[in-house]
């Protein structure tokens, strides 16, 4: 599984991050990205409710 956070959308509400700490963080721009390339099967789940959780729609999750 991949996640990807639109940086048009992101509204920096830190939603994600504190979801899915272990795979959402703070990028330079102070908006959430996705750290790791490939979301470990035990937090496929979190980062699936990060991206249920996103205010805006601006993460994808495949």
């Known amino acids: 599984m991949h996640a990807?956070?639109?940086q048009d959308l992101c509204i920096s509400c830190?939603?994600?991050?504190?979801?899915?700490?272990?795979?959402?963080?703070?990028n330079n721009d102070?908006?959430?990205?996705?750290?790791?390339?490939e979301v470990p099967s035990d937090?496929?789940?979190?980062a699936s409710?990060?991206?249920d959780g996103c205010p805006t729609e601006a993460i994808s999750v495949n």
Not at 14 to 26: E, K, L, N
Not at 30 to 37: F, G, L, N, Q
């Open 49 to 51: 409710e990060a991206a």
């Open 14 to 26: 830190g939603a994600c991050i504190d979801t899915c700490p272990d795979v959402f963080s703070w």
């Open 4 to 6: 990807e956070v639109d």
């Open 43 to 46: 937090l496929e789940d979190l």
């Open 30 to 37: 102070e908006k959430a990205h996705s750290i790791v390339d």
